[in-house]
């Protein structure tokens, strides 16, 4: 399993987009569940984990999504990082931001790669370039 991440707008996709230019990419604000396990590649992943608790399955699916490389070895997952910056006092949206961070650090321990963008630029936090 491969990740990408950064902040918002920070070009994460074309840059994931120009890596991995054979995937077909789907979409977290509106892939199945089904589809993340089977797909090569998955933009706005924590988006797809908002979905999730808005809809009250984290008991269902949390755990699962951490299992993603055993169960997905070769995706390329991309995710934004939503942690940094002010810690937002709605209680929904402190433990949402929790979870991301919680997921992407446990899919990025068992990833191959991990790539950081930041205006653009991919830097490689782990792995090795292509």
């Known amino acids: 399993m491969k990740m990408i991440i950064g902040g ?3 070009g994460k996709r074309a840059y994931g987009e120009s890596l991995y230019a054979d995937i077909e990419w789907s979409n977290g604000e509106e892939c199945s569940f089904d589809e993340i396990k089977t797909c090569r590649g998955i933009y706005n992943f924590h988006k ?12 269902e699916y949390l755990d699962i999504l951490r299992r993603l490389p055993e169960i997905n070895p070769e995706l390329v997952l991309i995710s934004e990082e939503i942690g940094y910056g002010l810690v937002p006092m709605d209680p929904f949206e402190r433990r949402y931001r929790e979870q991301v961070g919680r997921i992407c650090t446990s899919l990025a321990a068992a990833s191959d790669r991990v790539d950081r963008v930041i205006c653009g630029i991919g830097t490689v936090i782990k792995g090795k370039e292509l």
Not at 48 to 59: G, N, T, V
Request: charged share 45%.
């Open 48 to 59: 797809y984990i908002l979905r999730i608790m808005k809809e009250e399955k984290e008991d």
């Open 8 to 10: 918002a707008f920070q």
